[in-house]
């Protein structure tokens, strides 16, 4: 039970924690970024319309 | 709103759609950069930089007078000025009223005419915002008004950086992009970054509004940004598309497109035909 507890405090910090670093985000729009931003998606390469991929069983 | 003596709105758009409350409908939400709270009050968060002067315009273009409209915009004065390298704050409106689909001889969002169509360079896209310049897209909000039945969102988000023929960064449904998925089901949602919240069912006068702000990882460009999003696949509905994007730029910066009238600006719905439309 302690180590439960002691589980969702973390995690509340860490939730907490993110939403304080959108908000330092959002005070950090008007900087300038020098990254390129990429995205790795499963869209569909031939512009069409599945934009998904299946996922197989291991057994059949 | 003007920065630092630009001629050209830096930011221009009908209130309600600038703080995300598009079709002129009024409902409660609260994301990180805007947040509409009870009763009749508009909240934003987006920081807006300035070096020396800053003019921020309203303009009443109804019929009916204003009695009571109030405002408080803090603002921090700095001793030293700004590096000369921060960026200004940009926000545009731009609506498709109707966005005109290819063909209205489909039957559903499944329809093998529709599937097999390809839309690679996001050719008739509906166009969030395009930008000369250096700087960096931080998101949209965006309202629909269904003229066909079924789901409005089959379109994909299409980003095309620096002068791309075919987008960098290139989604996979608009519910994707929005942060949801699955047509949303039935559930209107709203968090800090992203959001839905007015769902309308998927049948023709529906109206959904939806948000997705990239506080996150913004979206640079250094020569400049075209960001689109498909109206259904590769373009095939014609639903009425409202949008405000934000972005934060070096200027100068490329003038906006003319704000549409307030008569071109007013939800209706239009005979386009298809699915759920009466028109052939």
């Given at each position: 039970m302690?180590?439960?507890r002691t589980l969702l405090v973390l995690c509340a910090v860490s939730v907490a924690a993110f939403a304080q670093d959108l908000r330092a985000s959002l005070m950090n729009l008007p900087e300038a970024k020098n990254y390129v931003l990429k995205r790795v998606s499963s869209y569909d390469r031939t512009a069409a319309m599945p934009t998904f991929e299946r996922l197989r069983p291991l057994k059949h | 709103m003007y920065w630092d003596g630009e001629s050209a709105p830096n930011v221009e758009a009908p209130i309600g759609d600038f703080f995300g409350l598009g079709l002129g409908d009024y409902f409660l939400y609260e994301s990180i950069p805007l947040a509409v709270g009870a009763e009749k009050a508009l909240n934003c968060f987006f920081p807006m930089p300035f070096q020396k002067h800053a003019r921020i315009t309203v303009t009443n273009e109804g019929s009916q007078k204003v009695d009571a409209f109030y405002f408080n915009i803090d603002y921090r004065a700095y001793s030293?000025?700004?590096p000369a390298d921060t960026f200004y704050f940009h926000a545009q409106y731009r609506q498709a009223a109707p966005a005109h689909g290819w063909t209205n001889q489909w039957r559903s969002n499944g329809d093998a005419l529709v599937n097999d169509k390809k839309n690679p360079n996001g050719e008739g896209n509906y166009v969030w915002m395009e930008a000369t310049g250096r700087g960096h897209f931080a998101g949209v909000t965006m309202s629909v008004l269904q003229n066909q039945d079924g789901w409005w969102g089959e379109g994909d988000d299409m980003f095309f950086v620096d002068g791309e023929n075919?987008?960098?960064?290139?989604?996979?449904?608009s519910e994707d992009y929005f942060l949801g998925a699955w047509d949303f089901g039935d559930h209107a949602f709203s968090y800090?970054?992203?959001g839905a919240p007015v769902?309308?069912?998927e049948r023709a006068g529906s109206r959904s509004s939806v948000y997705r702000f990239h506080l996150d990882s913004p979206i640079p460009f250094t020569k400049s940004l075209r960001a689109t999003i498909e109206h259904g696949h590769a373009n095939v509905r014609s639903d009425n598309f409202f949008s405000v994007a934000y972005w934060y730029q070096g200027e100068p910066h490329a003038v906006f497109p003319p704000l549409p009238s307030l008569e071109q600006r007013i939800?209706?719905?239009f005979p386009v035909g298809g699915p759920g439309n009466s028109a052939k």
């Open positions: 302690r180590i439960t | 030293a000025p700004l075919t987008p960098s960064i290139n989604g996979t449904g800090g970054l992203f769902k309308g069912d939800p209706r719905l």
